[in-house]
């Protein structure tokens, strides 16, 4: 079965970087677009930054143009989200998610932004 397990988040000060991770399995991992989402408290779910299947091209919201870079590693299996001048606004769970018919999400992981 699909399976998208994240690490890497945590407390950060300000203008600090954190980098997330996004284990993938139960599926051909190299042939899907895979993404990053996160939600704030009281806030709807946001997509982050999407990296696509063929080629790995990318694409990012506004608020993180710049600061973050999303990437993967087919061979691995794993996709992972760069984040860098990270700003309080970006505390949130950040989600890892892949649609392949359904819609399958992993546990997320916190982030939090705060001196």
């Known amino acids: 079965q699909v399976q998208l397990v994240e690490s890497g988040g945590g407390l950060v000060q300000p203008g600090g970087s954190l980098r997330l991770s996004c284990a993938a399995s139960?599926?051909?991992?190299?042939?899907?677009?895979m993404n990053w989402y996160r939600q704030a408290p009281g806030k709807e779910r946001e997509l982050v930054a999407a990296?696509?299947?063929?080629?790995?091209?990318?694409s990012y919201a506004d608020s993180v143009k710049g600061r973050f870079t999303i990437s993967r590693d087919n061979a691995k299996n794993t996709v992972y989200l760069q984040m860098n001048s990270l700003k309080p606004d970006d505390t949130a769970m950040y989600y890892c998610?892949?649609?392949?018919?359904?819609?399958?999400w992993g546990q997320g992981t916190r982030v939090t932004v705060s001196s």
């Open positions: 990296i696509f299947a063929s080629g790995g091209s990318t």
């Open positions: 998610h892949t649609a392949i018919f359904l819609d399958y």
């Open positions: 139960g599926f051909t991992f190299r042939a899907y677009r």
